[in-house]
Each structure stands twice: as structure tokens, then as C-alpha cells.
């Protein structure tokens, strides 16, 4: 059975702080791993990344994949209370079944 | 307990046609949400409902979508005169209490398949 597991459940950290959140997946037919950032209703996209050891960066945000160890982290820097969410990592699987397997989601609570 | 169930799990049909796509949220769980996935994008949000409020369409990408959620628990999302374009993983999540970050985890179903040919 395809899993995501994803950890800390919750983390609480002051603003300016740097946090790594950890996915680790077990995916058959692995083509792409996904994370997502929830506030409200829809989650956003962040990175789909697909190749091993290449950092992905979107300003604070920065994410990697390790294919051998079957782990991904996201890493953000200088956190804001903005950064306040749960981050969303997703295993999507290749071949003529494409299908996703979440995680639980990591809830970081970044205060002022 | 149960997780969320979505039916059926994978869906083939002829453009044009039109298809019902179910999901059961986990007892309880007033926030209901679906969402699309098509190959290689990012979650597609469609449509959020949230107990007897009215639903949240916004997400809805065309007026061949619709939604309903009967009773509070499930839901069905249909489209009309499927188009290619349409073929996607179609997700439904329930949660707790939506909106409210701190009880705002989604449990996500299985998905369903839908393949427009």
C-alpha cells in the first residue's frame, strides 16, 4: 500500500526561524512528489519535483528529493507568521494508473 | 473509522457524455471540498461546502460542473458534455470545521479517475 508520511505533525517557532519539514513516500510507479501549502480552503502549490538532488527555490521556500531514500524536505528560512499552514507533501504515481497519496500534513504555527 | 470514499474509482467515458462522480466525507465532518488533479498540474481547487452555508463555486472551472451535498454528508460532483480537457483525478476531503486553520486538517479520499476519450 502506497504511503506519505510526513513529520512533525505540528511545529511552533518564532519568526526569522528556519524550519525543515520532512516526506518521506512509498510509492508504486513513482513519478513526482508534490508539496502544498493549506491555509483556508484550497491548498497552493508549491514545487512538483521529479529528479533527485535538485533543489527546487521559490524565494524563503526550497525544497529537494532524494529518490534513493524515497524523502523529500521543504525548507523555508526567516519564517513569517504568514508562513502559518499546513504544508501538504503528495506522492504522485506514474504509468497508466496515475494516482496521488497524501500525507497528513505538517501544521507550522509561526509566532510573532 | 471510515476515511473519506469516493465511487467510482475510475470512470471512462465518450466526450460529450455526462458523469456523476460520489463522494462519502467521514461522519461528522461539516467541510466537504473537491478538487481536480490533472497529470503533471497542481490541486485544482473546484468547490467547498461548509454545513448549510452556501457552497463556495468559485473554483468551478465551467458551468458544465455542478455540485450538491445532500443532507449535509455526501456529495456529488457532476459534469456535463465531458471534454477531453475534463480527464483528471477528481479528489474530495472532509474536514472537521472548515476555515479555522487550527482544526482545518483535510482527509482526503481516494479519488476518482476520469478518463475522457
Known amino acids: 500500500e502506497d504511503k506519505v508520511v510526513q513529520s512533525p505533525l505540528s511545529l511552533v517557532v518564532h519568526e526569522g526561524d528556519t524550519v525543515t519539514l520532512n516526506c518521506s513516500y512509498e510509492?508504486?510507479?513513482?513519478?513526482?512528489l508534490l508539496w502544498y501549502k493549506q491555509e483556508k480552503k484550497a491548498p497552493t502549490f508549491l514545487f512538483m519535483l521529479t529528479s533527485s538532488g535538485i533543489e527546487k527555490k521559490s524565494g524563503r521556500l526550497s525544497s529537494i528529493l532524494d529518490k534513493k531514500e524515497l524523502f523529500s524536505i521543504l525548507n523555508i528560512t526567516a519564517t513569517q507568521t504568514g508562513d502559518s499552514a499546513i504544508y501538504l507533501c503528495?506522492?504522485?504515481?506514474?504509468?497508466?494508473?496515475?494516482?496521488?497519496?497524501f500525507g497528513k500534513g505538517t501544521l507550522l504555527t509561526v509566532n510573532p | 473509522g471510515a476515511g473519506v470514499s469516493q465511487s467510482p474509482s475510475n470512470k471512462v467515458t465518450e466526450k460529450g457524455k455526462d458523469v456523476e462522480l460520489r463522494c462519502d466525507p467521514i461522519s461528522g465532518h461539516t467541510a466537504l471540498y473537491w478538487y481536480r488533479q490533472s497529470l503533471g498540474q497542481g490541486l485544482e481547487f473546484l468547490i467547498y461546502f461548509q454545513g448549510n452555508s452556501a457552497p463556495d463555486k468559485s473554483g468551478l472551472p465551467s458551468d458544465r460542473f455542478s455540485a450538491e451535498r445532500t443532507g449535509g454528508s455526501v456529495s456529488t460532483l457532476t459534469i456535463q458534455r465531458t471534454q477531453q480537457e475534463d480527464s483528471a483525478v477528481y479528489l474530495c476531503a472532509s474536514s472537521l470545521v472548515g476555515g479555522r486553520l487550527s482544526s482545518y486538517e483535510q482527509y482526503f479520499g481516494p479519488g476518482t479517475r476520469l478518463t475522457v476519450t
Open positions: 510509492v508504486t510507479n513513482f513519478r513526482s
Open positions: 503528495v506522492g504522485g504515481s506514474g504509468g497508466s494508473n496515475y494516482k496521488l497519496t
